[in-house]
Each structure stands twice: as structure tokens, then as C-alpha cells.
């Protein structure tokens, strides 16, 4: 049974930076995508970020580019997101999600993946 464990949320100010950290266990992940997704109050869950395990290819929200680098580090199964310059709409729940391959046309979508995390709060005060 995949596993998925997100942390280092936390409560950071405007200009600041945070790196989160997704543990999956319990399956075998070379060949699988992982994406992060976030949900603030009142709104429905959106893309932030993806990769594809091995590294080679990446995507990105054009809310986040150039500020959030998704990376992975295979000899420890765990999926980071860093985040620089946060700003207060970045303000949300944060989810680890994997799905059984990288493939562009669904990477952005909820729907397409099948395992999730519990998630981690992320809050930017201005």
C-alpha cells in the first residue's frame, strides 16, 4: 500500500521561503509522477507542481514559476518542494499526490492521481 507522509508546513512571512518534504513508501515509484497540489479555504484544490521520479521532467503552475522548484531524491523515496519568495495567496493546504506514470496531458488534474497525502498547512502573513 503506497504511503505518502508530507511536512515542513508552517507559518512564514511574505518574502520568506519554506521546503516541504513528501515520503512515499510502500510501492515502487521509478516509473511514477508526483505531483503537489493546494487547497486554500473555500477554494477547490489546484496544481502547483510535478515530476516525474526520476527527475528528468518537470511542470510547473504559472502562479508558482520561477519561485517553487520540485525536485526528488530517490535513495530516500522523498519528493521536496521549495518555496521562495512566498507571498500571502500561497496560503493553503498542501498535498503529496503520485499517479502510476508522468503524462503531461493529466499531470495537472486531481483526478488522475491515485494516492494522496494528508497534508501540510503552509500560511504567509503579510
Same mark, same amino acid.
Given at each position: 500500500?503506497?504511503?505518502?507522509?508530507?511536512?515542513? !508546513?508552517?507559518?512564514? *512571512? =511574505?518574502? +520568506?521561503?519554506? /521546503?516541504?518534504?513528501? %515520503? #512515499?513508501?510502500?510501492?515502487?515509484?521509478? @516509473?511514477?509522477?508526483? !505531483?503537489?497540489?493546494? *487547497? =486554500?479555504? +473555500?477554494?477547490? /484544490?489546484?496544481?502547483? %507542481? #510535478?515530476?516525474?521520479?526520476?527527475?528528468? @521532467?518537470?511542470?510547473?503552475?504559472?502562479?508558482?514559476?520561477?519561485?517553487?522548484?520540485?525536485?526528488?531524491?530517490? %535513495?530516500?523515496?522523498?519528493?521536496?518542494?521549495?518555496?521562495?519568495?512566498?507571498?500571502?495567496?500561497?496560503?493553503?493546504?498542501?498535498?503529496?499526490?503520485?499517479?502510476?506514470?508522468?503524462?503531461?496531458?493529466?499531470?495537472?488534474?486531481?483526478?488522475?492521481?491515485?494516492?494522496?497525502?494528508?497534508?501540510?498547512?503552509?500560511?504567509?502573513?503579510?
Amino acid at each position: 500500500q503506497v504511503q505518502l507522509v508530507e511536512s515542513g !508546513g508552517g507559518l512564514v *512571512q =511574505a518574502g +520568506g521561503s519554506l /521546503r516541504l518534504s513528501c %515520503a #512515499a513508501s510502500g510501492g515502487t515509484f521509478s @516509473s511514477y509522477a508526483m !505531483g503537489w497540489f493546494r *487547497q =486554500a479555504p +473555500g477554494k477547490e /484544490r489546484e496544481f502547483v %507542481a #510535478a515530476i516525474s521520479w526520476s527527475g528528468g @521532467s518537470t511542470y510547473y503552475a504559472d502562479s508558482v514559476k520561477g519561485r517553487f522548484t520540485i525536485s526528488t531524491d530517490n %535513495a530516500k523515496n522523498t519528493v521536496y518542494l521549495q518555496m521562495n519568495s512566498l507571498k500571502p495567496e500561497d496560503t493553503a493546504v498542501y498535498y503529496c499526490a503520485a499517479r502510476d506514470k508522468y503524462m503531461l496531458v493529466v499531470i495537472t488534474t486531481t483526478r488522475s492521481y491515485t494516492y494522496w497525502g494528508q497534508g501540510t498547512q503552509v500560511t504567509v502573513s503579510s
